[in-house]
């Protein structure tokens, strides 16, 4: 049995003590299982995503960042997603991809190019004060062209930059497997879901990234009424994932 641990959680007023706490708590249960880091602390459990070898190599291959190395689970639920989309008519979308760290993941995970499958990704890959989503470490004017690099070798991902959903009016799949939104800003999701969620096939996944989130609870409030006048109720994941089966 392995364990999963990063010091990696949002929010604690003293992160030394929060870290010390956590490690306190490892000690009173038998040292298998046991995952940290992305806001949850979890034990006694398979993390079966661990012994998923063509997983961890294309999680290990891309990751970067401390803040990347612990959404682990969150990248595995993805894959798992987008594995399952495979067998459903439609390509697949991330709206907001930033560095496409994930998405990478994910191409690597289900072997985009052995399949007829589309990859469309969208960001503004900038931020300027006027804008209204929130920065990121490494937005900057090359990074749209420094995202483009990373799908070089996979014609079948579209990376486009622009503004959700404006962009979307301009390019985007008929028809959608897997829905990836991952934006951070509410009026932004909403956009993309009035535009896209009729185009998702029955039975293709949604995902989305911040549904859980106390921090993002504007997309939450904004997604909730969207979905229950269509007939459908979001899955809060404990990841802070929101899952949706059409
Ligand atoms: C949390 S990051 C996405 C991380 C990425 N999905 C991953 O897992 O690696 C959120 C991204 O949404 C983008 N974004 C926010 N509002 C947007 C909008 N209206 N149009 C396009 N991109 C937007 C930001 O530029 C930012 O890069």
């Not at 995952?35 to 993390?47: E, H, I, P, S, Y």
């Not at 470490?137 to 990376?159: C, G, I, M, T």
Request: glycine share 6%; net charge negative; hydrophobic share 40%.
């Amino acid at each position: 049995m392995k364990n999963y641990l990063t010091n990696m959680f949002w929010g604690p007023a003293n992160h030394d003590e929060f870290a010390n706490g956590i490690q306190q708590a490892i000690n009173q249960v038998a040292p298998h299982g046991i995952f940290t880091g992305d806001n949850f602390f979890t034990f006694g459990r398979n993390l079966s995503f661990l012994d998923d070898e063509k997983f961890m190599t294309a999680f290990s291959k891309h990751v970067e960042t401390d803040a990347e190395k612990a959404i682990i689970w969150r990248s595995n639920i993805l894959c798992w997603a987008a594995r399952q989309s495979m067998r459903i008519a439609g390509d697949l979308v991330e709206c907001g991809c930033y560095k496409g760290v994930s998405a990478r993941i994910v191409c690597d995970y289900v072997e985009l190019e052995k399949s007829d499958k589309h990859y469309y990704l969208y960001d503004l890959f900038e931020h300027s004060p006027e804008m209204n989503h929130h920065a990121m470490p490494e937005h900057s004017a090359n990074l749209y062209a420094q995202v483009k690099q990373r799908f070089a070798d996979l014609e079948q991902v579209h990376v486009t930059q622009g503004s959700i959903p404006e962009v979307l009016h301009h390019i985007a799949p008929e028809k959608i497997a897997l829905l990836h939104i991952d934006l951070n800003n509410a009026p932004a999701e909403i956009g993309a879901l009035e535009l896209l969620f009729d185009r998702v096939s029955t039975g293709g996944i949604i995902i989305l990234d911040d549904y859980g989130w106390l921090a993002y609870r504007a997309q939450k409030e904004a997604e909730d009424p969207f979905f229950e006048e269509r007939g459908y109720r979001v899955l809060e994941l404990p990841t802070g994932q929101g899952l949706l089966i059409k």
